[in-house]
Nanobody, 124 residues
Framework: MQLAESGGGLVQPGGSLTLSCVVS????????IGWYRKAPGKEREGISC??????VYRDSVKGRFTVSRDAAKSAVYPRMDNLKPADAGEYYC????????????????????WGQGTLVTVSS
């Protein structure tokens, strides 16, 4: 199982960015994909999950982040709008056979697999 994030970069506050997570070695339809963020000086936290149950979002990103997936491309895309400095950090995608309700309650390292991360910087 492999996951590879991309799409990070520098964006101004209020701007938008779409990340991608391309997976291999498993069927995207059979697994949940969680997104985690490691902000400077803070613990890594789960912020969204898409999978076999309805997509879920952490309160801090609700209404601003939208996650979609394309099974044909084996990819998941979180679109992030109205970005804030607090959204900056390293973003990781991770996968688990369990439902999203479990994924966001579980440390990323306890899931089935995860990627290397992509850095998002929000600054003017």
């Amino acid at each position: 199982m492999q996951l590879a994030e991309s799409g990070g970069g520098l964006v101004q506050p209020g701007g938008s960015l779409t990340l991608s997570c391309v997976v291999s070695g498993f069927r995207l339809e059979d697994y949940s994909i969680g997104w985690y963020r490691k902000a400077p000086g803070k613990e890594r936290e789960g912020i969204s999950c898409i999978g076999k149950t309805p997509t879920v979002y952490r309160d801090s990103v609700k209404g601003r982040f939208t996650v979609s997936r394309d099974a044909a491309k084996s990819a998941v895309y979180p679109r992030m709008d109205n970005l804030k400095p607090a959204d900056a950090g390293e973003y990781y995608c991770a996968t688990d056979f369990g439902p999203c309700t479990r994924v966001l309650r579980t440390p990323m390292e306890d899931l089935d697999a995860w990627g290397q991360g992509t850095l998002v910087t929000v600054s003017s």
